[in-house]
């Protein structure tokens, strides 16, 4: 009788740290941080994802943000900014590996933001937003920033 209260009080024991790693390590329930939308003045970086990066040309910051699993794209971001403050003409450009692929419409303000919702597999290879500015009489290609999109 003594080994036996012996042996149940050792199961008990382990069967109760089990059940306790058990519930440390569950995930947890709660829903992630919703992500929050540029209003007036956002910061001259978009905040990663997926794959994300800029580059700073002459007078503009150019960056690309690409949602996604893999091959599978969910959405691409580019964004162009004043890296003085002063207001331009912008718009932005998107190649994938095959060449170009999508405009945003032009705008004017220190800064431009365009959302492209893909929702698809993509032809793996470099994905390229091509910031342009407008000053003087023309268009001016400023400052390009890429990802690959791979497996």
Not at 37 to 61: F, R, Y
Not at 101 to 121: E, M, P, Q, V
Request: glycine letters at 8%; hydrophobic letters at 35%.
């Amino acid at each position: 009788m003594h080994q036996l209260n012996r042996t149940t009080t050792k199961i008990g024991l382990a069967v109760a740290v089990t059940l306790a790693l058990l519930a440390v390590a569950a995930p947890s329930s709660a829903a992630p941080a919703a992500r929050t939308e540029k209003v007036s003045n956002p910061p001259l970086s978009i905040s990663p994802q997926s794959a994300s990066g800029c580059h700073d040309g002459n007078v503009t910051q150019t960056c690309i943000d690409i949602e996604g699993k893999g091959l599978y794209t969910r959405s691409i971001e580019g964004y162009v900014a004043s890296l003085n403050g002063s207001k331009y003409d912008f718009y932005l450009s998107v190649y994938g590996p095959w060449g170009h692929w999508f405009n945003s419409a032009a705008a004017r303000g220190t800064y431009l933001d365009h959302h492209w919702t893909i929702d698809k597999n993509l032809p793996a290879g470099n994905y390229c937003v091509f910031g342009y500015v407008y000053y003087g009489d023309a268009w001016h290609h400023d400052a390009t920033a890429c990802k690959n999109v791979h497996k």
